[in-house]
């Protein structure tokens, strides 16, 4: 029996976190990099009490098919946690679209849960070799570009969101935008920095 998700937050309808569809989210609780603007810092930590239950929030879901068209799993980090697999499976199976937020963090374990995904949202922070002083990470601008290059050689919709954070120059977006589009990026939406 897979370990069951561990969950920050649950909401149950939205209309934008998902394009054109109707959908709840599923925050999945921690996440390995180390942002200075995340605005969802309750959500990094691993381990931590008042987890949300798994099996209820199922009910909730089975409560609203034919309502909702799809769930999506955020975070946090979803990928980071291996009983992800498990849970979408279980959600496709209740007749819901998948959808994923994620900022690339595992490319491999991306590329094996693709089959079980509808459309992804992938956060592509600033070009690679700015990611180290981002995420506190050496090697996180390689893991996400990584990402990258498996959706862009995918069959799914995806979409490259990017926060413009504090220090980062037009001259940076600019930069960031035309090496997006040169890859094959289509769909990149900037957004504005929140804490």
């Not at 998902?18 to 381990?47: D, I, K, M």
């Not at 900022?103 to 700015?130: H, T």
């Amino acid at each position: 029996m897979p370990h069951a998700l561990r969950i920050g937050g649950f909401v149950p309808f939205t209309s934008i976190d998902y394009p054109e569809q109707l959908s709840a989210v599923v925050f999945c609780q921690g996440c390995p990099w180390r942002c200075s603007y995340c605005h969802n810092q309750h959500l990094l930590t691993s381990r931590t009490t008042g987890l949300l239950d798994w099996r209820g929030i199922l009910k909730k879901l089975h409560q609203r098919q034919g309502l909702l068209d799809a769930v999506v799993f955020s975070g946090g980090e979803p990928t980071l946690q291996k009983s992800l697999h498990h849970a979408m499976e279980q959600v496709r199976v209740m007749g819901f679209k998948v959808g994923l937020h994620t900022a690339g963090c595992y490319p491999e374990r991306l590329k094996s849960l693709l089959p079980l995904v509808d459309w992804v949202g992938l956060d592509i922070k600033d070009l690679p070799e700015n990611y180290p002083s981002l995420t506190g990470s050496s090697s996180s601008g390689g893991q996400a570009w990584q990402s990258l290059d498996i959706l862009l050689s995918a069959d799914i919709p995806f979409q490259v969101r990017t926060t413009v954070h504090p220090g980062m120059t037009e001259e940076q977006v600019e930069r960031l935008r035309t090496d997006l589009s040169r890859r094959g990026v289509t769909d990149h939406s900037l957004q504005v920095c929140r804490y």
